[in-house]
Protein backbone atom coordinates (compact mmCIF):
# COMPACT_ATOMS: atom_id res chain seq x y z
CA UNK A 1 0.00 0.00 0.00
CA UNK A 2 1.17 3.51 -0.82
CA UNK A 3 0.24 5.30 2.99
CA UNK A 4 0.58 8.89 3.80
CA UNK A 5 1.30 9.37 7.36
CA UNK A 6 0.68 12.88 9.44
CA UNK A 7 1.74 13.45 12.02
CA UNK A 8 2.06 16.48 14.13
CA UNK A 9 5.67 16.11 16.22
CA UNK A 10 8.27 15.04 13.81
CA UNK A 11 8.53 11.13 14.75
CA UNK A 12 12.50 10.88 15.41
CA UNK A 13 14.21 9.93 17.34
CA UNK A 14 11.23 8.67 19.12
CA UNK A 15 12.21 10.78 22.85
CA UNK A 16 8.81 11.40 23.72
CA UNK A 17 5.47 10.61 23.64
CA UNK A 18 4.09 12.37 21.16
CA UNK A 19 7.19 10.82 18.77
CA UNK A 20 6.99 7.63 20.24
CA UNK A 21 3.56 6.14 19.24
CA UNK A 22 4.03 7.28 15.66
CA UNK A 23 7.41 5.74 14.98
CA UNK A 24 6.57 2.31 16.12
CA UNK A 25 3.68 2.94 13.44
CA UNK A 26 6.11 4.10 10.79
CA UNK A 27 8.24 1.34 11.37
CA UNK A 28 6.66 -1.22 11.43
CA UNK A 29 4.06 -0.32 8.29
CA UNK A 30 7.99 -0.24 6.36
CA UNK A 31 8.80 -3.40 7.67
CA UNK A 32 5.37 -4.64 6.22
CA UNK A 33 6.33 -3.84 2.82
CA UNK A 34 4.14 -0.52 2.29
CA UNK A 35 5.38 2.53 0.99
CA UNK A 36 5.12 5.18 3.87
CA UNK A 37 5.51 9.30 2.98
CA UNK A 38 6.06 10.94 6.06
CA UNK A 39 4.60 14.71 6.60
CA UNK A 40 4.89 16.57 10.11
CA UNK A 41 6.48 19.86 11.68
CA UNK A 42 9.63 20.41 12.61
CA UNK A 43 10.65 23.53 15.25
CA UNK A 44 14.07 24.00 14.93
CA UNK A 45 17.30 23.69 12.79
CA UNK A 46 18.30 20.78 15.14
CA UNK A 47 14.65 19.08 15.26
CA UNK A 48 15.41 18.89 10.94
CA UNK A 49 18.59 17.57 11.40
CA UNK A 50 17.81 15.07 13.66
CA UNK A 51 14.88 13.83 12.26
CA UNK A 52 16.66 13.16 9.35
CA UNK A 53 17.12 9.60 10.49
CA UNK A 54 13.44 8.98 9.52
CA UNK A 55 14.30 8.00 5.82
CA UNK A 56 15.95 4.54 6.96
CA UNK A 57 12.31 3.47 8.60
CA UNK A 58 10.00 4.67 5.40
CA UNK A 59 9.88 5.73 1.49
CA UNK A 60 10.20 9.56 2.43
CA UNK A 61 9.40 12.72 4.30
CA UNK A 62 8.11 15.96 4.06
CA UNK A 63 8.98 19.00 6.68
CA UNK A 64 7.03 21.74 7.26
CA UNK A 65 9.93 24.28 8.60
CA UNK A 66 7.71 26.02 11.68
CA UNK A 67 8.81 29.00 14.04
CA UNK A 68 7.26 28.73 17.46
CA UNK A 69 6.70 32.59 17.71
CA UNK A 70 4.86 32.30 14.49
CA UNK A 71 2.96 29.37 15.52
CA UNK A 72 1.98 30.98 19.32
CA UNK A 73 0.61 33.93 17.12
CA UNK A 74 -1.19 31.76 14.76
CA UNK A 75 -2.92 30.09 18.47
CA UNK A 76 -3.65 34.03 19.83
CA UNK A 77 -4.98 34.81 16.55
CA UNK A 78 -7.89 31.71 16.87
CA UNK A 79 -8.87 32.53 20.79
CA UNK A 80 -12.02 34.41 19.49
CA UNK A 81 -12.46 32.16 16.86
CA UNK A 82 -14.47 28.72 17.08
CA UNK A 83 -11.70 27.01 15.30
CA UNK A 84 -9.45 25.84 18.39
CA UNK A 85 -6.01 27.70 18.89
CA UNK A 86 -4.27 24.17 18.65
CA UNK A 87 -5.69 23.90 14.89
CA UNK A 88 -3.49 27.32 14.47
CA UNK A 89 -0.71 25.92 16.64
CA UNK A 90 0.01 22.71 14.13
CA UNK A 91 -1.14 24.62 11.08
CA UNK A 92 1.68 25.78 8.24
CA UNK A 93 1.32 27.18 5.30
CA UNK A 94 4.33 25.14 3.71
CA UNK A 95 3.22 21.54 4.73
CA UNK A 96 -0.05 22.23 3.53
CA UNK A 97 1.60 22.92 0.54
CA UNK A 98 3.57 19.61 -0.01
CA UNK A 99 0.50 17.96 1.44
CA UNK A 100 -1.78 18.77 -1.02
CA UNK A 101 1.18 18.55 -3.98
CA UNK A 102 1.20 15.07 -2.63
CA UNK A 103 -2.44 14.07 -3.08
CA UNK A 104 -2.50 15.44 -6.67
CA UNK A 105 0.68 13.97 -7.56
CA UNK A 106 0.32 10.09 -6.68
CA UNK A 107 -2.51 7.60 -5.57
CA UNK A 108 -2.51 6.62 -1.84
CA UNK A 109 -4.32 3.45 -0.72
CA UNK A 110 -4.49 5.27 2.65
CA UNK A 111 -4.17 8.19 4.80
CA UNK A 112 -3.00 7.80 8.69
CA UNK A 113 -3.71 10.93 10.36
CA UNK A 114 -2.07 10.82 13.93
CA UNK A 115 -3.28 13.48 16.02
CA UNK A 116 -6.68 15.54 15.75
CA UNK A 117 -4.76 18.38 15.56
CA UNK A 118 -3.24 17.88 11.85
CA UNK A 119 -6.64 15.92 10.42
CA UNK A 120 -7.06 19.65 9.18
CA UNK A 121 -4.49 18.85 6.12
CA UNK A 122 -6.49 15.81 4.77
CA UNK A 123 -10.20 16.30 5.79
CA UNK A 124 -11.32 17.03 2.38
CA UNK A 125 -10.17 14.16 0.85
CA UNK A 126 -13.29 11.65 0.21
CA UNK A 127 -11.80 9.25 -2.25
CA UNK A 128 -9.33 7.42 -0.06
CA UNK A 129 -9.84 5.57 3.09
CA UNK A 130 -8.71 7.37 6.11
CA UNK A 131 -7.64 6.77 9.81
CA UNK A 132 -7.36 9.32 12.58
CA UNK A 133 -5.64 8.25 15.76
CA UNK A 134 -6.87 10.51 17.91
CA UNK A 135 -4.21 8.73 20.30
CA UNK A 136 -5.80 10.66 23.06
CA UNK A 137 -8.92 13.05 23.06
CA UNK A 138 -7.51 16.27 23.46
CA UNK A 139 -10.39 18.00 24.21
CA UNK A 140 -10.93 16.49 27.33
CA UNK A 141 -7.56 17.57 28.45
CA UNK A 142 -8.40 21.01 27.96
CA UNK A 143 -11.12 20.80 29.88
CA UNK A 144 -9.54 19.07 32.56
CA UNK A 145 -6.82 21.46 33.28
CA UNK A 146 -9.60 24.14 33.39
CA UNK A 147 -9.96 22.41 37.05
CA UNK A 148 -6.07 23.47 37.57
CA UNK A 149 -5.50 26.95 36.13
CA UNK A 150 -6.74 30.06 38.02
CA UNK A 151 -9.06 32.55 37.01
CA UNK A 152 -9.19 34.01 34.06
CA UNK A 153 -6.91 31.17 32.86
CA UNK A 154 -9.32 28.35 33.74
CA UNK A 155 -12.10 30.04 31.39
CA UNK A 156 -9.45 30.22 28.46
CA UNK A 157 -8.84 26.28 29.09
CA UNK A 158 -12.27 25.24 29.30
CA UNK A 159 -13.32 27.85 25.88
CA UNK A 160 -10.47 25.86 24.29
CA UNK A 161 -12.02 22.51 25.40
CA UNK A 162 -15.25 23.05 24.30
CA UNK A 163 -13.89 24.57 20.83
CA UNK A 164 -11.56 21.05 20.48
CA UNK A 165 -14.49 18.64 21.76
CA UNK A 166 -16.37 20.33 18.57
CA UNK A 167 -13.67 19.53 16.31
CA UNK A 168 -12.93 16.22 17.39
CA UNK A 169 -16.70 15.33 16.67
CA UNK A 170 -16.63 16.88 13.15
CA UNK A 171 -13.35 14.88 12.28
CA UNK A 172 -14.58 11.88 13.93
CA UNK A 173 -17.44 12.03 11.02
CA UNK A 174 -15.26 12.85 8.11
CA UNK A 175 -12.73 9.55 8.39
CA UNK A 176 -13.70 5.96 7.71
CA UNK A 177 -12.22 4.74 11.21
CA UNK A 178 -11.30 6.66 14.59
CA UNK A 179 -8.32 5.25 16.64
CA UNK A 180 -7.35 5.98 20.62
CA UNK A 181 -4.43 4.27 22.77
CA UNK A 182 -6.78 2.86 25.33
CA UNK A 183 -10.06 1.62 25.76
CA UNK A 184 -10.64 4.30 28.04
CA UNK A 185 -10.15 6.58 25.28
CA UNK A 186 -12.49 5.12 23.09
CA UNK A 187 -14.93 5.00 25.52
CA UNK A 188 -14.53 8.98 25.45
CA UNK A 189 -14.53 8.68 21.64
CA UNK A 190 -17.98 6.60 21.33
CA UNK A 191 -19.45 8.82 24.30
CA UNK A 192 -19.28 11.61 21.45
CA UNK A 193 -22.17 9.72 19.94
CA UNK A 194 -21.16 10.96 16.25
CA UNK A 195 -21.60 7.03 14.80
CA UNK A 196 -17.74 7.32 13.52
CA UNK A 197 -16.16 3.97 13.64
CA UNK A 198 -14.10 3.44 16.61
CA UNK A 199 -11.45 1.18 17.57
CA UNK A 200 -8.14 1.16 19.64
CA UNK A 201 -4.35 -0.26 20.17
CA UNK A 202 -2.24 0.44 22.87
CA UNK A 203 0.98 1.81 23.09
CA UNK A 204 3.71 -0.52 23.30
CA UNK A 205 7.23 -0.53 25.18
CA UNK A 206 11.10 -1.76 24.37
CA UNK A 207 11.36 -4.34 26.36
CA UNK A 208 14.79 -5.23 25.05
CA UNK A 209 15.90 -1.53 25.80
CA UNK A 210 14.17 -0.70 29.04
CA UNK A 211 15.40 -4.08 30.39
CA UNK A 212 16.54 -4.83 34.04
CA UNK A 213 20.36 -4.45 34.57
CA UNK A 214 20.93 -7.06 37.87
CA UNK A 215 22.24 -4.04 39.65
CA UNK A 216 21.24 -3.77 43.62
CA UNK A 217 19.00 -0.86 43.89
CA UNK A 218 18.84 1.80 46.41
CA UNK A 219 15.93 1.06 49.09
CA UNK A 220 15.56 4.47 49.74
CA UNK A 221 15.54 6.75 46.66
CA UNK A 222 12.13 6.83 44.61
CA UNK A 223 12.08 8.95 41.12
CA UNK A 224 9.37 10.29 39.26
CA UNK A 225 10.38 10.56 35.25
CA UNK A 226 8.81 12.86 32.79
CA UNK A 227 9.48 16.08 30.85
CA UNK A 228 9.38 18.71 33.41
CA UNK A 229 7.96 21.55 31.41
CA UNK A 230 4.66 19.77 30.90
CA UNK A 231 1.77 20.97 33.26
CA UNK A 232 0.61 17.32 34.34
CA UNK A 233 3.68 16.26 35.46
CA UNK A 234 4.09 19.85 36.96
CA UNK A 235 0.86 19.55 38.96
CA UNK A 236 1.98 15.68 39.98
CA UNK A 237 5.26 16.99 41.38
CA UNK A 238 4.27 20.29 43.14
CA UNK A 239 1.30 18.53 44.72
CA UNK A 240 3.40 15.40 45.58
CA UNK A 241 6.07 17.53 47.49
CA UNK A 242 3.58 19.30 49.13
CA UNK A 243 1.39 16.60 50.66
CA UNK A 244 2.80 13.57 50.36
CA UNK A 245 6.56 14.01 50.91
CA UNK A 246 6.13 15.41 54.07
CA UNK A 247 4.27 12.11 55.30
CA UNK A 248 7.32 10.13 53.60
CA UNK A 249 10.47 11.97 54.99
CA UNK A 250 8.73 12.01 59.06
CA UNK A 251 8.45 7.99 58.94
CA UNK A 252 11.74 7.62 57.12
CA UNK A 253 13.72 10.38 57.11
CA UNK A 254 16.46 9.18 54.98
CA UNK A 255 14.10 8.65 51.70
CA UNK A 256 15.42 10.76 48.43
CA UNK A 257 13.15 11.80 45.74
CA UNK A 258 14.93 11.90 42.20
CA UNK A 259 12.52 14.27 39.78
CA UNK A 260 14.07 13.39 36.56
CA UNK A 261 13.22 15.55 32.79
CA UNK A 262 14.03 17.93 30.91
CA UNK A 263 13.75 21.80 31.22
CA UNK A 264 11.61 21.97 34.54
CA UNK A 265 10.25 25.57 35.13
CA UNK A 266 11.69 27.69 38.05
CA UNK A 267 8.85 26.56 40.49
CA UNK A 268 10.00 22.57 39.20
CA UNK A 269 14.01 23.55 40.06
CA UNK A 270 13.00 25.14 43.31
CA UNK A 271 11.42 21.72 44.76
CA UNK A 272 15.25 20.68 44.29
CA UNK A 273 15.72 22.79 47.68
CA UNK A 274 13.47 20.67 49.73
CA UNK A 275 14.93 18.57 51.66
CA UNK A 276 15.92 14.87 50.17
CA UNK A 277 14.73 16.29 46.66
CA UNK A 278 16.92 16.13 43.64
CA UNK A 279 15.54 18.08 40.60
CA UNK A 280 18.21 16.80 37.68
CA UNK A 281 16.73 18.85 34.37
CA UNK A 282 17.78 16.98 31.31
CA UNK A 283 19.84 14.03 31.28
CA UNK A 284 21.57 11.58 28.14
CA UNK A 285 19.71 8.27 29.54
CA UNK A 286 16.67 8.05 32.01
CA UNK A 287 17.42 4.72 33.30
CA UNK A 288 19.91 4.11 35.22
CA UNK A 289 17.59 6.91 37.27
CA UNK A 290 14.73 4.50 37.34
CA UNK A 291 16.84 1.44 37.68
CA UNK A 292 18.36 2.80 41.06
CA UNK A 293 14.89 3.00 42.71
CA UNK A 294 13.09 1.49 44.46
CA UNK A 295 10.17 2.34 43.10
CA UNK A 296 8.87 5.04 40.82
CA UNK A 297 6.07 7.30 41.55
CA UNK A 298 3.29 8.71 39.03
CA UNK A 299 0.48 9.67 41.34
CA UNK A 300 -0.86 12.10 38.15
CA UNK A 301 -4.04 13.71 38.83
CA UNK A 302 -4.16 14.57 34.98
CA UNK A 303 -3.34 12.24 32.74
CA UNK A 304 -5.47 10.72 29.25
CA UNK A 305 -4.27 8.21 27.40
CA UNK A 306 -1.25 5.83 27.95
CA UNK A 307 1.75 7.05 30.17
CA UNK A 308 5.26 5.93 28.44
CA UNK A 309 7.01 6.83 31.99
CA UNK A 310 4.85 4.17 33.26
CA UNK A 311 5.38 1.15 30.81
CA UNK A 312 9.15 2.21 30.92
CA UNK A 313 9.42 1.71 34.52
CA UNK A 314 7.25 -2.08 34.55
CA UNK A 315 9.62 -2.98 31.73
CA UNK A 316 12.49 -2.33 33.92
CA UNK A 317 11.26 -4.34 36.59
CA UNK A 318 10.99 -1.50 38.58
CA UNK A 319 7.50 -1.21 40.78
CA UNK A 320 5.33 1.63 39.89
CA UNK A 321 2.66 3.26 42.29
CA UNK A 322 0.48 5.72 40.12
CA UNK A 323 -3.19 7.08 40.84
CA UNK A 324 -5.99 5.75 39.26
CA UNK A 325 -6.56 7.78 36.13
CA UNK A 326 -3.12 7.20 35.23
CA UNK A 327 -3.23 3.65 36.03
CA UNK A 328 -6.18 3.21 33.34
CA UNK A 329 -4.05 4.16 30.88
CA UNK A 330 -1.97 0.83 31.45
CA UNK A 331 -2.80 -2.38 30.28
CA UNK A 332 -2.54 -3.81 33.86
CA UNK A 333 -4.00 -4.65 37.02
CA UNK A 334 -3.47 -3.66 41.11
CA UNK A 335 -2.53 -4.87 43.04
CA UNK A 336 -1.22 -7.59 40.52
CA UNK A 337 1.15 -5.56 38.17
CA UNK A 338 1.38 -2.37 40.01
CA UNK A 339 0.19 -0.32 42.94
CA UNK A 340 -2.84 2.46 42.65
CA UNK A 341 -3.19 5.03 45.44
CA UNK A 342 -4.76 8.60 45.16
CA UNK A 343 -4.43 10.31 48.38
CA UNK A 344 -1.48 11.63 50.18
CA UNK A 345 -2.02 8.88 53.06
CA UNK A 346 -2.73 6.24 50.65
CA UNK A 347 1.02 7.23 48.35
CA UNK A 348 2.36 7.23 51.30
CA UNK A 349 1.20 3.62 52.56
CA UNK A 350 2.07 1.91 49.11
CA UNK A 351 5.32 3.66 48.58
CA UNK A 352 6.27 2.03 52.56
CA UNK A 353 4.30 -1.34 51.53
CA UNK A 354 7.06 -1.33 48.79
CA UNK A 355 10.35 0.31 50.36
CA UNK A 356 10.03 -1.32 53.69
CA UNK A 357 9.41 -5.38 51.96
CA UNK A 358 12.02 -6.39 49.77
CA UNK A 359 10.20 -9.11 48.75
CA UNK A 360 6.71 -7.31 47.52
CA UNK A 361 9.43 -4.78 45.28
CA UNK A 362 10.59 -8.55 44.08
CA UNK A 363 7.00 -9.82 43.00
CA UNK A 364 6.14 -6.21 41.93
CA UNK A 365 9.61 -6.36 39.96
CA UNK A 366 8.68 -9.25 38.40
CA UNK A 367 5.00 -9.14 37.50
CA UNK A 368 5.26 -5.69 36.42
CA UNK A 369 7.68 -6.52 33.77
CA UNK A 370 6.01 -9.93 32.57
CA UNK A 371 2.84 -8.03 32.07
CA UNK A 372 4.71 -5.33 29.72
CA UNK A 373 5.89 -8.20 27.54
CA UNK A 374 2.74 -9.78 27.39
CA UNK A 375 0.34 -6.57 26.82
CA UNK A 376 2.46 -4.19 26.03
CA UNK A 377 4.51 -5.15 23.49
CA UNK A 378 5.17 -3.29 20.24
CA UNK A 379 4.82 -6.35 18.00
CA UNK A 380 1.59 -7.68 20.06
CA UNK A 381 0.31 -3.37 19.40
CA UNK A 382 0.84 -3.61 15.60
CA UNK A 383 -0.76 -6.91 14.78
CA UNK A 384 -3.66 -4.64 16.55
CA UNK A 385 -2.72 -1.86 14.08
CA UNK A 386 -2.62 -3.79 11.08
CA UNK A 387 -6.39 -5.61 12.05
CA UNK A 388 -7.93 -1.72 12.20
CA UNK A 389 -6.02 -0.76 9.00
CA UNK A 390 -7.85 -3.58 6.93
CA UNK A 391 -11.19 -2.84 8.29
CA UNK A 392 -10.67 1.06 7.73
CA UNK A 393 -10.76 0.04 3.81
CA UNK A 394 -13.36 -2.20 4.05
CA UNK A 395 -15.51 0.16 5.58
CA UNK A 396 -13.83 2.68 3.34
CA UNK A 397 -14.83 0.57 0.01
CA UNK A 398 -18.55 -0.27 1.68
CA UNK A 399 -19.26 2.93 1.85
CA UNK A 400 -18.45 4.24 -1.42
CA UNK A 401 -20.33 1.40 -2.95
CA UNK A 402 -23.26 2.69 -0.87
CA UNK A 403 -23.17 6.23 -2.35
Not at 182 to 197: C, I, M, N, Q, S
Request: charged share 25%; glycine share 6%; proline share 7%.
Amino acid sequence: MNILYLCHRFPFPPKRGGKIRPFNMIRHLSASGHKVTVCSLARSPDEMEEGRGLVAHCEGAEIGRVNESVQFLRMVVRLPLVTPSSMGYFHSGELKAKVDELLAKRKWDLIFVHCSSVAQYVEHVTDVPKILDFGDMDSQKWLEYANYKPFPLSLGYRWEGGKMLLAEKRLARRFDLCTATTRAERETLDGYRTGAPSDWFPNGVDSSFFSPDGEPYEPDTISFIGRMDYYPNQECMQRFCDETWPLIRERRPQMKLLIVGADPSPAMRKLGERAGVTVTGSVPDVRPFVRRSALMVAPLAIARGTQNKILEAMAMGVPVVTSTIAAGGVDAEAPAHLLVADTPAEVAAAIFRVVESPAERRRLAMAGRERMLSHHAWPHSMKRLDAVIERAVDLHRARKGQS
